[in-house]
């Protein structure tokens, strides 16, 4: 018998450590490991130890003759990476991470940010020596992403949130929750009480599509909607018209994937999660029926995984339609596909369309359908959409980069809902330079650059702010890797300027300034309360969607 990693794999790494034959793949060391969508286990190598089913943060690993209804197909996909990939044990060296030298007192960093490139940063600050560190979030609660990006019925991706909770219950963390930087404090004042600051603030704002009749009430940008059904406080008291039968996603990532699952899912299979009440009250009385999600280019440069992609596929009383004919490809396509260029993950995504585009139509009073090659070119309506106009566009070969142009086919969609899920941005730190082509923090590696292009002494990013927003949960640890690894080579070089301000002082300052302030021990008390609520209906948590709800619950109250 074998183990296999399934859907929900975080490909954070963690079980690659743990093996001891060393037969999962790909390492972080691997090329392959920057693009990988998940992890895989060599069926022929094996053992049969369970080291990764014990290490797995997000329960993705199964013993092969126990793997669920629906998670069957991943025995073979993991067989098919070594396939492609046959396991070698020629392991490189991994240099051993630089550590604090002791009696130089400690490193004080501020975190600002509470997602997992933050928690992973902190994590790895940690095993690096001596340390203070300072995590600050403008919300009341921690986990940033993990706990308002990830779809409810995905919740033991959220998994990830419990070893970071484990990890940091030493006093050398604390929690600032409910401060905002710029606000609240400056990154001056934050500079001055530490010898580091890494911002891990994410990308929360969204991307336009620069059409007529975008603006139009309707037309919502799916980060927003992702916020709202998550129970996010900015969006709490947020509503969307959900009476039009016919929903469109713009866009072809996992987002778009995941609002078209969760508009489309029966609202007693959303009742079993942590999905916030007011969603599951709207989405109990939506007329919605079918979800369409548009993606202006081919099949093969779709974002989303082969693992959101099988999920969908298998939604019950829910029909998924791919059109044979947008599964035609150019000359220049076949060839990619057949050749070595092709990645595992662009053949598997490949193949399950394929699959899907040939099974007969399933029962069910709702369905999905994915189109390609189609592009909106403007919103229609009075005063709210009513409609979504679109163009069939074609494939542009550019240097080996696939694009697409529009061509004379145009058609009209009715729809009363249109959600753009063509990808997330940074928004500007108060008090950094800001490379707004690219909605991003303007790095060389991981330190931050000023105007002049130099570093700034001590400022450093990393995740989606400082790469955008791109990769998934666990792609987030590698780049904290090289994060860390700067600011301990700049400690230990010494050019971080010594911290002004004694130790304690930015506790003291920002409780002065947001008496409101959660710490560590009141999120704990927050989470047992959100445990609770919801062990009244079997649920995992009611996530508490106000601020004074949340602070509430951390006076105990």
């Known amino acids: 018998m074998t183990y296999v990693i399934t859907q929900r794999c975080c490909n954070d790494?963690?079980?690659?450590?743990?093996?001891?034959?060393?037969?999962?793949?790909?390492?972080?060391?691997?090329?392959?490991?920057?693009?990988?969508?998940?992890?895989?286990?060599?069926?022929?190598?094996?053992?049969?130890?369970?080291?990764?089913?014990?290490?797995?943060?997000?329960?993705?690993?199964?013993?092969?003759?126990?793997?669920?209804?629906g998670l069957e197909e991943f025995s073979a996909i993991n067989a098919g990476w070594f396939q492609r990939h046959p396991l070698s044990l020629d392991i490189t060296p991994v240099t051993t991470p630089a550590r604090l030298e002791r009696g130089r007192g400690p490193?004080?960093?501020?975190?600002?940010?509470?997602?997992?490139?933050?928690?992973?940063?902190?994590?790895?600050?940690?095993?690096?020596?001596?340390?203070?560190?300072?995590?600050?979030?403008?919300?009341?609660?921690?986990?940033?992403?993990?706990?308002?990006?990830?779809?409810?019925?995905?919740d033991r991706t959220r998994g990830v949130a419990e070893t970071f909770?484990?990890?940091?219950?030493?006093?050398?963390?604390?929690?600032?929750?409910?401060?905002?930087?710029?606000t609240d404090i400056t990154h001056a004042e934050l500079a001055e009480r530490c010898h580091a600051v890494v911002y891990a603030v994410g990308a929360s704002g969204d991307k336009a599509l620069g059409i007529p009749g975008e603006n139009l009430a309707g037309s919502v940008a799916a980060t927003e909607f992702v916020a709202w059904y998550n129970g996010h406080p900015d969006y709490a008291d947020r509503s969307f018209d959900l009476s039009a039968e016919r929903a469109v996603v713009v866009g072809n990532g996992n987002v778009a994937l995941d609002v078209a699952r969760i508009l489309t899912l029966p609202p007693d299979r959303l009742a079993r999660t942590d999905i916030a009440d007011h969603a599951l009250e709207a989405l109990r009385d939506s007329a919605i029926r079918e979800?369409?999600?548009?993606?202006?280019?081919?099949?093969?440069?779709?974002?989303?995984?082969?693992?959101e992609l099988l999920a969908l596929g298998g939604l019950p009383g829910v029909d998924l339609v791919v059109d044979p004919a947008d599964l035609v490809l150019d000359p220049a396509d076949e060839e990619f596909l057949a050749s070595e260029d092709a990645s595992y993950a662009a053949q598997t995504k490949w193949r399950i369309l394929t699959e899907l585009a040939g099974r007969p139509p399933r029962a069910g009073d709702r369905r999905i359908v994915l189109r390609f090659w189609t592009a909106p070119t403007a919103l229609t309506?009075?005063?709210?959409?009513?409609?979504?106009?679109?163009?069939?566009?074609?494939?542009?070969?550019?240097?080996?980069?696939?694009?697409?142009?529009?061509?004379?086919?145009?058609?009209?969609?009715?729809?009363?809902?249109?959600?753009?899920?063509?990808?997330?941005?940074?928004?500007?730190?108060?008090?950094?330079?800001?490379?707004?082509?690219?909605?991003?923090?303007?790095?060389?590696?991981?330190?931050?650059?000023?105007?002049?292009?130099?570093?700034?002494?001590?400022?450093?990013?990393?995740?989606?702010?400082?790469?955008?927003?791109?990769?998934?949960?666990?792609?987030?640890?590698?780049?904290?890797?090289?994060?860390?690894?700067?600011?301990?080579?700049?400690?230990?070089?010494?050019?971080?300027?010594p911290p002004a301000a004694p130790a304690g002082a930015l506790t003291e300052l920002l409780r002065e300034r947001r008496p409101d302030l959660v710490d560590r021990s009141g999120w704990a008390a927050v989470d047992r309360a959100e445990r609770a609520a919801g062990a009244t209906d079997k649920r995992s948590r009611r996530t508490f969607t106000t601020v004074a709800e949340v602070v509430r619950a951390a006076r105990g109250e």
């Open 165 to 182: 909770t484990a990890a940091f219950k030493r006093d050398a963390v604390r929690f600032h929750l409910g401060a905002e930087v710029g």
């Open 13 to 69: 790494a963690s079980c690659v450590a743990e093996c001891p034959v060393d037969c999962i793949r790909p390492r972080p060391e691997d090329p392959e490991f920057a693009t990988a969508e998940m992890l895989y286990i060599d069926p022929g190598t094996c053992i049969d130890c369970g080291a990764c089913f014990e290490a797995c943060p997000v329960d993705a690993v199964y013993a092969e003759d126990e793997l669920p209804a």
């Open 107 to 154: 490193l004080r960093v501020a975190i600002v940010g509470t997602g997992p490139a933050a928690c992973y940063t902190a994590e790895q600050l940690l095993a690096r020596g001596e340390v203070e560190i300072d995590m600050i979030d403008r919300l009341p609660t921690p986990w940033g992403l993990l706990r308002y990006g990830v779809a409810p019925d995905h």
């Open 291 to 307: 979800v369409v999600v548009l993606g202006r280019r081919g099949p093969l440069q779709a974002g989303y995984t082969g693992a």
């Open 381 to 497: 309506g009075p005063d709210r959409v009513t409609g979504l106009e679109v163009v069939r566009t074609e494939a542009v070969h550019t240097d080996g980069v696939v694009g697409a142009r529009a061509t004379e086919d145009v058609d009209s969609l009715e729809t009363g809902l249109v959600l753009r899920a063509v990808g997330y941005r940074g928004n500007p730190v108060p008090g950094l330079p800001f490379d707004t082509e690219r909605g991003v923090l303007p790095t060389d590696g991981a330190r931050v650059l000023d105007d002049a292009g130099t570093p700034l002494p001590g400022v450093y990013a990393t995740g989606w702010i400082k790469r955008g927003a791109r990769g998934v949960i666990g792609t987030n640890r590698t780049d904290a890797t090289d994060t860390v690894t700067a600011l301990v080579d700049d400690f230990r070089a010494g050019l971080l300027p």
